[in-house]
């Protein structure tokens, strides 16, 4: 299981009586975001995907959505936000369905129409995500139909300031992207620019809340029904951050190594030091957090943190995903 998820390949699939009428979801592991099929049975209905993955799984992304929607087009591709992990794979397939529409979150849009990769957070980050176009945005307030339901769009800052989610009332079915997670919820990127950012995760767990969704479909892992055990579970993660922001920031430090490491697999101790020299988000945290120490020596102490914690493995100067 754990080799087919850094693979990319679904590990395993919801009930289909936890999930709307033509919904499945395709669960991948933590460097793609789950992608989340919409089909209908009415021949006019349109085929939609919401999140496309991370970009060096886009040739699985490809032939997960290509088996899945069993010979039918796809016509509608929607992005709950532009993080590299949720639309790295919109590219291949914008090139792969021509005929298909694009949507993202209006909060973005202007950066994407003229590819600001600085702004996107891309470089920040240091990760990847191949430019793509979009047709149309995702209002929050507005209702859009995919396959035979009608979703709402609502507004969801707090990981990131311009994230939408997506709700079907008549199923219940909620696809909250990082936004709330079984087990807690998304890094708060506006925290990381010196913006309020944690107030925005309480205000958008509490419409979560005033949804009452019957089951959530998460960006990462498995779709749940104890969504009161998990809101709950969110809510005392961030009162933990609230009332330490370092604890924040050590662990978005290391949930952006992590994610490079998942990418790479193994990585030499020069290459992994000329990457975080050369990434604002991680050089910067790292300085914060091991003050009086340089770059080298604050990134080695958080290498050990991760190998402490099991998620890495280092021998000599290779380190390895875990």
């Keep these: 299981m754990e080799n087919a998820q850094r693979m990319g390949i679904p590990t395993s699939q919801a009930q289909p009586l936890l999930l709307a009428p033509g919904v499945s979801v ?29 970009c060096t799984h886009s040739a699985q992304t490809l032939l997960l959505v290509q088996a899945a929607l069993q010979g039918r087009p796809l016509d509608l591709l929607l992005n709950t936000h532009l993080h590299s992990d949720h639309c790295g794979g919109n590219a291949a397939l914008q090139a792969r369905y021509p005929g298909m529409q694009t949507l993202i979150p209006p909060g973005d849009a202007a950066q994407v129409a003229v590819w600001n990769g600085a702004a996107l957070t891309y470089a920040a980050t240091g990760q990847t995500c191949p430019r793509f176009g979009f047709d ?26 311009h994230s939408v989610i997506l709700f079907e009332p008549i199923s219940r ?15 708060v990127f506006p925290e990381l620019d010196g913006e309020e950012g944690f107030d925005a995760v309480g205000q958008t767990l509490d419409l979560i809340e005033s949804l009452q969704p019957r089951v959530v479909i998460p960006g990462h892992g498995a779709p749940f029904t104890d969504v009161a055990e998990a809101l709950a579970r969110a809510r005392q993660r961030l009162q933990g951050f609230i009332g330490d922001p370092q604890r924040h920031a050590q662990h978005a430090a290391k949930v952006l190594l992590k994610f490079k490491l998942l ?17 604002p988000y991680v050089s910067s945290l790292v300085a914060g957090l091991y003050p009086g120490m340089d770059v080298a020596q604050a990134l080695h102490a958080l290498v050990q943190d991760l190998v402490r914690a099991g998620a890495a493995t280092l021998q000599g100067e290779q380190l390895h995903n875990a």
């Design 26 to 54: 395709l669960e991948r592991g933590w460097l793609s975001s789950n992608n989340i099929l919409i089909t209908g049975s009415a021949g006019n209905s349109r085929t939609a995907l919401i999140d496309s993955g991370y």
């Design 136 to 161: 149309a945005t995702l209002q929050p307030g507005s209702a859009l139909q995919l396959g035979d339901l009608l979703w709402q769009v609502h507004a969801a800052p707090g990981h990131d300031s």
């Design 173 to 187: 079915v909620l696809v909250s992207a990082d936004a709330l997670w079984q087990r807690g919820f998304g890094v």
């Design 263 to 279: 990418e790479w697999q193994s990585v030499g101790q020069r290459e992994l030091l000329a990457w975080a020299q050369a990434t």
